[in-house]
């Protein structure tokens, strides 16, 4: 049945989500160390750990409000219609983040040979 499909996807979606978070939020601890050194490594550690608290924040709220936009008073929304903009600009803000990343990380190995 769909439901049944739809709930193995969800499953193994957020499962991999999960594993991915985690496993490159082990990484920062050395990255950060790594590349800025040990000196004011609480104050990094502490700024790289708001980023997702404030990240989550934001694309809350303007998933809420992406929601509420194909909404009609009172009712709800089901379908793509309802949170494919969720998605894509959520998708947008990551190719986003990859790149700035890439680009750090580029310039990083650069300086380093």
């Known amino acids: 049945s769909a439901i049944k ?3 193995w996807s969800l499953t193994l979606t957020v499962g991999l989500v999960a594993m991915s978070y985690g496993g490159s939020w082990v990484l ?3 990255i950060l160390a790594d590349r ?3 000196a004011h490594f609480g104050k990094d550690y502490g700024l790289m750990a708001m980023g997702p608290a404030i990240s989550g ?3 809350n709220a303007s998933s809420a409000s992406l929601y509420q936009s194909h909404t009609e008073s009172g009712a709800s929304c089901v379908g793509e219609v309802c949170y494919g903009m969720s998605f894509l600009v959520t998708a947008l803000a990551a190719f986003v983040g990859c790149l700035v990343l ?3 990380s580029y310039g990083h ?3 380093a040979n």
Do not use: E, K, N, Q
Request: aromatic residues 12%.
């Open 28 to 30: 920062i601890v050395g």
């Open 5 to 7: 499909d739809s709930s």
């Open 57 to 59: 924040l934001i694309f």
């Open 109 to 111: 190995c650069a300086s």
């Open 102 to 104: 890439s680009a750090m």
């Open 36 to 38: 800025y050194g040990r």
